[in-house]
């Protein structure tokens, strides 16, 4: 039995384990309390101060980029305003008619203000505009500038801002006050009064049709309702001719020239309103569709207009928007 204890022992016998060499570049057990820390933080110092520097650099360059970008749209602007026609404007503004241009300031740069009420809509930063009905499907907000609202919609306030200076700056060239100071370019038509070059009063509109039809369906208790319905039109007020100003108010109002910019789809029509009709002296009403890209301007006093509502059409998906811009005259 003893005999047979020795064999299964040597069977079993452990063989001598090879120690691995990594443990050897470890400290030795009574040197760890005597390891320096200082090395490892002073690494993870320099780390973290790389990230640091990498995100001031990357913000740096994001700020150089909109400033770039604000400057290219504030000069593109300007361009474009200054490559109107300044007799033909007031011609019109001071026989109390309106004046159309269109593909005035290009593809992207409508774009991004499109987008950009479009977002500032879906964000809840516009208000329903109940002057034009609870079932407009209309959202209006001021344009005022200041931080907050150029961080939501930049290009907008600088094509305001640009707008503002340099189309006031050129028709002002064509004044000729009362106190005949001033000798206007033109010979035959004048504005009667300046233009204020640093204020101007602006608000961006953005239409729904899927909130307008939302609220029709409310209303009318119809899943579907039809827009041609008559039960629609008796609800909705007719929308009548006035003047932007109001002499009859009495109110001080200073509001002489508006400028409407309007931001659609390509495929958006006459059919699909958000445009404006003119009546001129003799009685006659003449339609100016909503269009991408096109540049309105009306005597804001003598040119007695109707807004179309905005009604879209199935099959035509993205933003319809416009600025309103109303220039100032100068006070005395």
């Not at 505009?129 to 907008?156: F, H, M, N, W």
């Not at 002002?172 to 206007?184: M, Q």
Request: with cysteine.
């Amino acid at each position: 039995m003893a005999e047979k204890r020795k064999k299964w022992g040597r069977k079993v016998m452990p063989k001598i384990m090879e120690r691995p060499k990594i443990l050897d570049e470890l400290p030795k057990p009574d040197q760890w309390d005597k390891i320096d820390s200082s090395k490892n933080v002073k690494d993870e110092q320099a780390i973290q101060k790389k990230k640091e520097e990498e995100i001031t650099r990357s913000k740096a360059a994001a700020l150089i980029a909109l400033q770039k970008r604000s400057v290219e749209v504030l000069t593109h602007v300007r361009s474009r305003v200054e490559s109107l026609p300044s007799d033909d404007i007031v011609k019109a503004m001071s026989g109390g008619s309106y004046i159309v241009f269109d593909d005035i300031l290009g593809t992207e740069l409508c774009s991004e203000m499109k987008n950009e009420g479009q977002t500032m809509y879906l964000d809840n930063k516009l208000e329903l505009d109940l002057a034009s009905g609870v079932t407009s499907g209309e959202y209006v907000v001021p344009i005022k500038g200041g931080q907050e609202q150029y961080t939501d919609c930049p290009r907008s306030v600088e094509y305001v801002v640009s707008l503002t200076r340099h189309l006031v700056g050129m028709l002002n060239k064509l004044v000729v006050c009362e106190s005949g100071e001033d000798t206007p370019t033109s010979n035959t038509f004048h504005l009667g009064y300046k233009l204020d070059e640093t204020a101007s009063m602006s608000s961006l509109r953005v239409f729904d049709r899927k909130a307008r039809l939302s609220s029709l369906a409310l209303l009318t208790g119809k899943e579907n309702p039809d827009e041609d319905d008559s039960s629609v039109h008796d609800m909705e007020e007719k929308r009548q001719f006035s003047c932007v100003v109001d002499p009859s108010s009495g109110d001080v109002d200073l509001r002489r020239v508006t400028v409407v910019y309007f931001m659609t789809p390509d495929d958006w029509d006459g059919e699909c309103g958000g445009g404006i009709t003119f009546r001129n002296k003799d009685g006659n009403e003449i339609s100016v569709e909503a269009k991408n890209d096109r540049l309105l301007l009306f005597s804001s006093e003598n040119s007695p207009r109707c807004v179309e509502k905005w009604i879209g059409k199935n099959g035509i998906e993205g933003a319809c928007s416009c600025i309103v811009t109303h220039l100032l005259q100068q006070r005395q």
